[in-house]
């Protein structure tokens, strides 16, 4: 089945530690996104990938950086973790304009913990 | 995008239909109407969405307003599998630089046995 995978799902590291997470898809979605997740609150979009094109947030600390290298993968690498980016990171695709279905489907998310 | 308002959260009893209210009185004339739904520690999930007609499909019915002031979410038969943190969600599709979701606070829905 189609679907959207992120790797890990657990992600344990250090504070101050870089980190990098993954996502791939096999959609063909033309839209890539990472959204923040922290405990009891809503998903917050960090940035998105509209094809080779970059959208950050404007509240999106610079400690956050994302590449995609491919249709098929992006990452969300953060530079310098702090305890406050222990959080639920979720990826979502979708497929924006010409034949776009207005719908975003996520990946199961990874768990990051900071120690 | 428009600014909606759910409650905290509600109960359901199993088997009985669900139904999620959602205001967003300052929706504008091209906003549409979204529902994902977030199981826990899993992502969200896309529900249904509209413009100003109701709809159905196999998870649910949405139901709008003549106004569009306000929507409401229906899960027909509600199984324990169907306890979830539920969004609504207005904005515009297919928006060039803005195709963005903007999460509220939700709906936590418990179905009781």
């Known amino acids: 089945d189609a679907m959207v995978i992120q790797n890990p799902r657990y992600q344990v590291t250090q504070f101050g530690k870089p980190v990098t997470l993954s996502c791939s898809q096999t959609?063909?979605?033309?839209?890539m996104y990472w959204y923040q997740q922290k405990s009891s609150q809503a998903p917050k979009l960090l940035f998105h990938?509209?094809?080779?094109?970059?959208?950050n947030e404007a509240d999106t600390p610079d400690n956050f950086q994302s590449r995609r290298p491919n249709t098929s993968f992006c990452f969300l690498d953060i530079r310098s973790p702090g305890l406050g980016d222990a959080a639920m990171y979720l990826c979502?695709?979708?497929?924006?304009?010409?034949?776009?279905?207005?719908?975003?489907?996520f990946g199961p998310g990874t768990r990051l913990t900071v120690l | 995008d428009a600014k909606t308002t759910q409650p905290t959260s509600m109960d359901c009893a199993e088997g009985r239909a669900a139904n999620l209210p959602c205001n967003h009185s300052?929706?504008?004339?091209?906003?549409?109407v979204y529902w994902y739904r977030q199981i826990h520690s899993q992502g969200p999930q896309y529900i249904i969405h509209?413009?100003?007609n109701n709809e159905t499909n196999e998870m649910a019915s949405l139901i709008i307003t003549e106004d569009r002031k306000s929507s409401t979410l229906i899960l027909p038969h509600a199984t324990l599998r169907d306890t979830a943190v539920y969004y609504c969600?207005?904005?515009?599709?297919?928006?060039?630089?803005?195709?963005?979701?903007?999460f509220g606070t939700g709906t936590r829905l418990t179905i009781i046995p």
């Open positions: 969600i207005v904005r515009v599709p297919r928006n060039f630089g803005n195709e963005k979701l903007t």
């Open positions: 509209g413009l100003k």
């Open positions: 990938y509209y094809d080779k094109d970059f959208n």
């Open positions: 979502a695709t979708s497929r924006e304009g010409s034949g776009g279905t207005d719908t975003q489907y």
């Open positions: 300052t929706i504008s004339g091209n906003e549409y």
């Open positions: 959609l063909n979605h033309n839209v």
